[in-house]
């Protein structure tokens, strides 16, 4: 089985707040944590945050917190901080500001994983603005779908082809944030590998897998999700919610 980890901390430079920002009085860390529990092929899911407001703010849910020290410095790091103590050799990744984020994906995740050492998602773009948007990250697959790139520019570049040709190829694919590893991955990942130079330009801690050798499968998604980086994707998130049925 596996533990869904969802890094959750409080502190955000382009949007503040943003995981105690409420749609339908609940927060969206609320939404996250909900969407995650109801994953069939999980133990647990365990909220891992610097934030007293976080925790606090997910009191009613059947969901362990673990209060981590403010100088860990992004998502990765966080639960592997937590993934030191627990027995399960599968862990998956859920960011606290993906509040959309499928049960069935992370269900799918964790099946992918008895046979690989790290997963992540991907969706089709639908739209140029957002290939060409550099906080919608972009990923270039091999023919067996593994990473071979991840950019928040716009890649594969189509010099020769235009934006719809590329769609019909199948080659503009949007990455979405939830991984899945191997307990010793993430241990790996977070506690022996160094940081490369084309993770800190690109800001993409993902990088350090493929640097180092690791592959990364990629699964496609059951739907899009709507990750909260700003406020428009807040008011996304807000018009998303008013059209269904959660």
Not at 71 to 92: H, K, L, M
Request: aromatic share 8%; with cysteine.
């Amino acid at each position: 089985m596996a533990t869904v980890i969802i890094p959750a901390r409080r502190g955000s430079t382009r949007l503040k707040d943003k995981l105690l920002l409420k749609v339908k009085d609940k927060p969206i860390i609320y939404w996250t944590v909900s969407n995650c529990l109801k994953a069939k092929n999980i133990d647990k899911v365990i909220v891992a945050t610097d934030s007293i407001e976080i925790q606090n703010a997910l009191y009613d849910l059947p969901v362990e917190v673990v209060i981590t020290p403010m100088c860990i410095s992004c998502g990765s790091d966080r639960i592997a901080y937590v993934a030191q103590n627990i027995s399960d050799e599968i862990i998956i990744n859920v960011q606290g500001d993906e509040p959309t984020v499928s049960a069935n994906d992370i269900d799918n995740i964790a099946k992918t994983l008895e046979n690989e050492d790290c997963v992540s998602l991907y969706y089709p773009i639908e739209n140029e603005e957002d290939f060409k948007n550099p906080n919608v990250v972009k990923v270039v697959m091999d023919k067996n779908n593994y990473a071979l790139y991840f950019s928040r520019s716009h890649i594969p570049y189509p010099r020769d082809i235009s934006f719809e040709g590329l769609k019909k190829l199948s080659m503009a694919n949007k990455h979405i944030g939830v991984y899945g590893y191997k307990r010793n991955v993430l241990l790996d990942f977070a506690y022996n590998l160094e940081s490369p130079q084309i993770e800190q330009i690109e800001k993409l801690e993902q990088l350090r897998l493929l640097y180092s050798g690791y592959k990364i499968k990629m699964i496609r998604a059951t739907k899009d999700t709507i990750g909260i980086d700003t406020y428009e994707d807040y008011e996304r998130f807000k018009n998303y919610l008013e059209n269904s049925t959660q």
